[in-house]
């Protein structure tokens, strides 16, 4: 019995060197779920400006770890199935077999970093090759427009050409440097990027907290035909509930700086009917 217990303590002392350790390389990706129960968790990323594969590796360590058993682990991840979850968990078990009885999860945590660099690289295309080769392309220009003000709400938006999604995320985070737009209420944005060569669109939206306003605002942007822009619309809200009028202001203050920066015309229709919102379970604020 003597031996059991000196070897659980081993075992322990091995697995609070390693979480201090592992704590200390990778900083706040490295999280602790439960201490008592030994459960960890620790995000991962290809380190690729974009696109950016994540996955979460989650570690439940035994009371006999390293000595005799191995971790017990989960790796949440989107993109992960069949084939390519199969193959990243034969590399671990491997991994492990290479080295039973000894310290492993840093050694895992590289491997699964380093299936993601390898799927990355395997499924770009050639518009994203292109996107990390203009590390130093220029930021593009950001307009801003005029505000719309209602009841204590305020709405104002900003438009950018894009011409590739690495621009959207450049324009994006420069905004969000300024702690106004950043501490706004919501920053609901949508945009559309013509691709040529497929004769097809890559458009995306974001609510940001307010239900459907960015779709709304993506269905805007179809309907006007406007390509290779993105429109980001900040809103302020004052507490004083707007209802519906607040996807009209939304709607109101992208067509307004899309008229003003001649991307479309004021003959165009100047906002999308809003009916119906409240089927939807949509907050009134």
Same mark, same amino acid.
Request: net charge negative; aromatic share 8%; charged share 25%.
């Given at each position: 019995?003597? !031996?059991? @217990?000196? *070897?659980?303590?081993?075992?322990?002392?091995?697995?609070?060197?390693?979480?201090?350790?592992?704590s200390s390389i990778y900083g706040d990706e490295w999280c602790?779920?439960?201490?008592?129960?030994?459960? %960890?968790?620790?995000?991962?990323?290809?380190?690729?400006?974009?696109?950016?594969?994540?996955?979460?590796?989650?570690?439940?360590?035994?009371? +006999? /770890?390293?000595?005799?058993?191995?971790?017990?682990?989960?790796? @949440?991840?989107?993109?992960?199935?069949?084939?390519?979850?199969?193959?990243?968990?034969?590399?671990?078990?491997?991994?492990?077999?290479? !080295?039973?009885?000894?310290?492993?999860?840093?050694?895992?945590?590289?491997?699964?970093?380093? %299936?993601? &660099?390898?799927?990355?690289?395997? =499924?770009? =295309?050639?518009?994203?090759?292109?996107?990390?080769?203009? +590390?130093?392309?220029?930021?593009?220009?950001?307009? $801003?427009?005029? =505000?719309?003000? #209602?009841?204590?709400?305020?709405?104002?938006?900003?438009?950018?050409?894009?011409? =590739?999604?690495?621009?959207?995320?450049?324009?994006? +985070?420069?905004? %969000?440097?300024?702690?106004?737009?950043?501490?706004?209420?919501?920053?609901? /944005?949508?945009?559309?990027? /013509?691709? #040529? #060569?497929?004769?097809?669109? $890559?458009?995306?939206?974001?609510? +940001?907290?307010?239900?459907?306003?960015?779709?709304?605002? &993506?269905?805007?942007?179809?309907?006007?035909?406007?390509? @290779?822009?993105?429109?980001?619309?900040?809103?302020? /809200? *004052?507490?004083? $509930?707007?209802?519906?009028?607040? %996807?009209?202001?939304?709607? @109101?203050?992208?067509?307004?700086?899309?008229?003003?920066?001649?991307?479309?015309?004021?003959?165009?229709?100047?906002?999308?009917?809003?009916?119906?919102?409240?089927?939807?379970?949509?907050?009134?604020?």
């Amino acid at each position: 019995m003597a !031996n059991i @217990n000196v *070897g659980n303590a081993g075992d322990l002392q091995s697995q609070i060197e390693e979480v201090e350790a592992l704590s200390s390389i990778y900083g706040d990706e490295w999280c602790v779920i439960d201490e008592a129960a030994r459960i %960890f968790c620790i995000k991962i990323t290809d380190d690729i400006d974009y696109p950016k594969l994540k996955a979460c590796l989650q570690i439940i360590l035994p009371h +006999d /770890y390293p000595s005799a058993a191995p971790p017990v682990y989960q790796i @949440n991840a989107a993109w992960l199935r069949g084939p390519d979850r199969k193959t990243l968990s034969n590399s671990l078990e491997e991994l492990y077999v290479e !080295n039973t009885g000894e310290s492993i999860l840093y050694l895992w945590v590289e491997k699964v970093r380093e %299936f993601l &660099l390898e799927k990355s690289q395997s =499924t770009d =295309t050639g518009e994203n090759r292109m996107s990390r080769l203009l +590390d130093n392309e220029e930021l593009p220009h950001i307009k $801003l427009g005029e =505000t719309i003000t #209602e009841r204590r709400s305020t709405f104002q938006p900003h438009l950018a050409p894009v011409v =590739t999604p690495r621009q959207v995320r450049m324009v994006l +985070d420069k905004l %969000f440097e300024n702690k106004k737009i950043a501490s706004a209420t919501h920053n609901i /944005y949508a945009y559309r990027i /013509y691709c #040529e #060569e497929k004769q097809s669109f $890559l458009q995306d939206c974001e609510d +940001d907290g307010e239900t459907a306003a960015g779709g709304r605002l &993506l269905h805007l942007l179809q309907i006007l035909d406007v390509r @290779n822009v993105l429109v980001v619309v900040s809103r302020w /809200y *004052g507490g004083i $509930l707007l209802g519906p009028d607040r %996807f009209k202001h939304i709607n @109101n203050s992208a067509r307004n700086i899309l008229v003003q920066e001649g991307y479309t015309s004021s003959a165009v229709r100047p906002s999308l009917p809003i009916s119906n919102v409240s089927k939807f379970g949509i907050s009134p604020h």
